[in-house]
């Protein structure tokens, strides 16, 4: 590893992983942490718990802020594992001078989005630090969601298994990149950020029971793709005209020189289903608002196992590694 910490160590792809499974998977290693899930499963079973760190920048952009942002990020990680969330702890750390006026928005848009999860928050902690000492507002959060349905898991993708996106990709990042940088679109890109328990509670209530299920944060839908891979050691096969990615992105990524697939979402989620149920689910998906798009990417085989590969409209065929690099940084 590097003698410093360096910006792409928090970019969710290679270098991230690296930094936590050579110095804190070594260090405080045991059989829940290293399952490395969204959510640990608690309680025999009976229970998810999860944490999480907000840092956006800007606080305020299109489709959201930090609070909402906290809020999806945490309640997400537990619908992941099939949990309902349930009870939120709430760590605000403030720079001196930040104005009030925006706390308080903040703050109503978590209790806003908490109502979209039935959750609430039950205890918290506020810090005052010196100006310059932190940029304006950081968030830390913790979860506890009651398992609805056991056994989900990015170590149970079976072959066979279709590959389902919720909705179309890369928004949040391009989103952030964008109010960050001031770029003025010919249309406006909002992000994705939303709260998943509704989709996957819809999904759970007709009996569909997901192999695996991700939100696709930092590293975008290439971080997901790959840990499965890695987890499942299976091959998951991808058609890159099949992945739904808007014109707005799209202009974006030629911009920044990457892929739709590393960049982050907020409101996106990966599935691994019974090919039998693909169809359904993405009926399901498609009912809700801004979920349209919603599609049957891949499968899972075993061509190249621990490897995700794109096939192209040509018939040819590429891997697609876990993103690397400076990605943007502070974009949940």
């Not at 110095?23 to 999860?50: P, S, V, W, Y």
């Not at 398992?147 to 890369?170: L, Q, T």
């Not at 992105?249 to 289903?273: D, P, R, W």
């Amino acid at each position: 590893m590097d003698k410093t910490v360096t910006l792409a160590q928090g970019n969710g792809g290679e270098e991230n992983r690296t930094l936590i499974s050579e110095l804190f998977f070594r260090h405080l290693k045991n059989d829940t942490l290293q399952k490395a899930e969204d959510a640990a499963i608690i309680d025999d079973g009976r229970l998810a718990f999860t944490t999480d760190s907000f840092t956006v920048s800007p606080i305020f952009f299109a489709g959201g802020d930090i609070g909402k942002l906290a809020v999806c990020g945490t309640c997400n990680d537990l619908a992941m594992m099939g949990a309902q969330p349930k009870y939120m702890t709430l760590s605000v750390i403030l720079e001196e001078g930040f104005e009030t006026r925006s706390l308080e928005r903040i703050v109503r848009s978590i209790k806003k989005e908490l109502a979209q999860n039935g959750a609430q928050v039950v205890a918290g902690d506020t810090k005052v630090v010196p100006k310059g000492s932190v940029d304006r507002i950081f968030i830390n959060t913790s979860g506890i969601g009651e398992v609805r349905v056991p056994g989900i898991s990015a170590s149970g993708i079976e072959e066979g298994d279709a590959i389902i996106v919720s909705r179309d990709i890369g928004r949040h990042g391009a989103a952030i990149f964008a109010g960050r940088e001031g770029i003025e679109l010919e249309s406006e890109i909002t992000s994705d950020c939303a709260s998943l328990w509704p989709m996957v509670e819809a999904l759970l209530e007709v009996g569909i029971v997901p192999h695996a299920m991700r939100d696709a944060t930092r590293g975008g839908m290439a971080a997901v793709l790959n840990e499965w891979a890695e987890a499942s050691s299976i091959c998951i096969e991808v058609d890159e005209g099949a992945i739904p990615v808007s014109e707005t992105v799209n202009g974006i990524c030629e911009m920044l020189g990457f892929e739709a697939t590393m960049l982050a979402n907020e409101g996106t989620f990966l599935l691994a289903v019974d090919p039998d149920d693909a169809q359904k689910v993405q009926r399901i998906l498609r009912d809700f608002p801004g979920n349209e798009a919603a599609a049957i990417v891949g499968e899972a085989t075993m061509s190249y196992p621990k490897k995700v590969v794109l096939r192209s409209e040509w018939g040819t065929k590429r891997f697609l590694d876990l993103p690397t690099g400076e990605l943007l940084p502070r974009i949940c």
